[in-house]
C-alpha cells in the first residue's frame, strides 16, 4: 500500500488527508452516518462515512468485519461530546473520502476481538492465524518480541555471543525420549532434535567462546502432561571460569533488569532472590518449587526463589541410579571424591541451581563436571559399561582432555517466564503457532502420514 501510515500515528496527520489500512473491526450503520473501526497492528481508529461521499458511503455500507480495506479521509478532531477518553484515539476520528476493499473475508468462525477465553481451544488452535488477531494474542507476542529483545540486547552488552547449534544432532540425555530423523543418505542411521543445546554449549567453552547465550528451540518427546509443548523455547546460556554464585548472582541481575524494562508495572517480592536448599524447601513448603508470594491474589506480584543443593542423583523404579537433573554436572567440590569412588551416592550434592518464579521452576543450570573422569564417574553410577560411555559420549569425554575451563550456565523456559509475565494460566497462549496437550498441530494437521515414496527412500516400513 502505497503512502499507508500506521495508525498510531495519525494524530500526527490531523487536519490532512491520509490513508490506513487493516481490518474492519467493527462497522455500525446509522442509515446517513456510517461508523467503521479500522484495526491494523498499531492500534484502531473510528472513521466515519457521509453521504456526500457517494461512493465511499455506498462502498462502507457494504463492507463486514474482518475485511481489509484501505481508507483515504480526513483526520479530524471528535467533536466534544464524542471524545472517548478510553481509548488511544478517542478524541480523533477519520472522515472517509475513499475505501479501498483489498480483500472480502468470510465470516470468521470465532469471534477475534473477545479475549478468546469463551471459545473452545481446539477452535483456537485449528484457526490460530485468525485467533492470533485477538488484542490479547497481539499484546502476548508483543511482550515476547519485547523480552527477547531486551535480553538479547543484555547480553551482548555484557559480551556475549549468541550462537547457533544443530538441530539435526544427536541424542542427548536430558531425561526425556528423544524425537529422531531418519537419514536418508546414511540409511537406517537417525539424527535426534535436541533436547537443548547442552553438549554444544560446553564444547563451546572449551572452543574458547567464553559467553555464549541462544534463543534456543528444544525438542523433548514426552507423554501428555499439563501444559508440555513437543517443542520450546530457552534461554540457553554458559559461561566460563564461573563459580555457582557468580551465575547466580549474574542471572538475577539480568532477570530484574527485565521485569524492570519490559514490565514496569510488576513488582519483585524479594530482592536479592531468596535461596533455599532442596532439603529446606521440601521441609517447609513440600516442594521444589514453591509459590513464596505474600498475597497470591495480586497479578502485579513476582516471587523469585532460587533452589540449591539438590541430590545428584535418584533411584527409579527398577532400582538404577539416574540423574536429578543433569548428568553433566560437577558435584559440590566437597562431594567429589565420593562420587569418583562410587561410594555414599545418595548423600552426593549437584552444583544444580533452579530459580523458580511464582512457584513453577523457571530456569536450572549447573556447574559442568570439566574433566572426563567426573563426566564418566556419573555415568558409571547410573550403571553405564566403560563401552557405553564411550560409544554415547566418547566424544565429549576426549573434548575434555584438550583443556577445559571451568564454567556453567543456565536454561530458562521462555515460554513460561512469559507467560507468568502476561498472567497467562498456559505457555501456549505465548506461543503463535502452539500445538495440542497431545502434540498435534491442528492447523496444518500434524503429525500426518509419510508419503509412500518418502518411506521408500528411507528403506522404512510402518506398521498397522
Ligand atoms: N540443559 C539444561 C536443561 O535444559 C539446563 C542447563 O543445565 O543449562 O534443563
Known sequence: ??????????????????????FVDVRRDHGKLIFIDLRDMSGKVQMVALPNHKEAHTLAAAV???????????????????????????????????????NKADTPPLDV????????????????????????????LTLRHRFIKELRDFLDAEGFLEIETPILTKSTPEGARDFIVPSRLDKGNFYALPQSPQQYKQLLMIAGFEKYFQI???????????????EFTQLDLEMAHVERDYIIEFIERVLIHLVQKVTPEKKIQ????????????MEK??????????????????AFCWVVDFPFFEKMDDGKWTFTHNPFSSPKTEHRPWLLKGERIPDILTTQYDVTLNGFEVGGGSIRGNNPETIEAVFRVMGYTTEDIKKNFGHMLE?????????????????????????????REVIAFAKTGEGRDLMMDSPFPARPEQLKELEIKVGK
Open 1 to 22: 500500500m502505497k503512502n499507508r501510515i500506521y495508525i498510531k500515528d495519525i494524530k500526527e496527520h490531523l487536519g490532512k488527508e491520509t490513508t490506513i489500512a487493516g
Open 285 to 302: 513448603y513440600k516442594s521444589d518449587k514453591p509459590d513464596l508470594r505474600k498475597d497470591k491474589n495480586d497479578p502485579n506480584l513476582l
Open 399 to 427: 573434548a575434555y582432555r584438550y583443556g577445559a575451563p571451568e564454567h556453567g550456565g543456565i536454561a530458562w523456559g521462555l515460554d513460561r517466564i512469559i507467560a507468568i509475565l502476561r498472567n497467562e494460566p498456559n505457555i
Open 216 to 230: 534456543a528451540r528444544c525438542f523433548r518427546d514426552e507423554d501428555t502432561r499439563g501444559d508440555r509443548q513437543p
Open 64 to 102: 463486514r468485519s474482518e475485511w481489509v480495506i484501505a481508507v483515504t479521509g480526513k483526520v479530524n478532531k471528535r467533536p466534544e461530546k464524542m471524545i472517548n477518553k478510553d481509548e488511544p484515539n478517542g478524541d480523533i476520528e477519520m472522515e472517509i473520502t475513499r475505501i479501498e476493499v483489498i
Open 270 to 281: 524479594e530482592i536479592p532472590f531468596p535461596r533455599l536448599s532442596y532439603k529446606e524447601a
Open 113 to 140: 476481538r473477545s479475549d478468546g477465553k469463551e471459545i473452545g481451544e481446539e477452535t483456537r488452535l485449528k484457526y490460530r492465524y485468525l485467533d492470533l488477531r485477538r488484542p490479547r494474542m497481539q499484546e502476548n
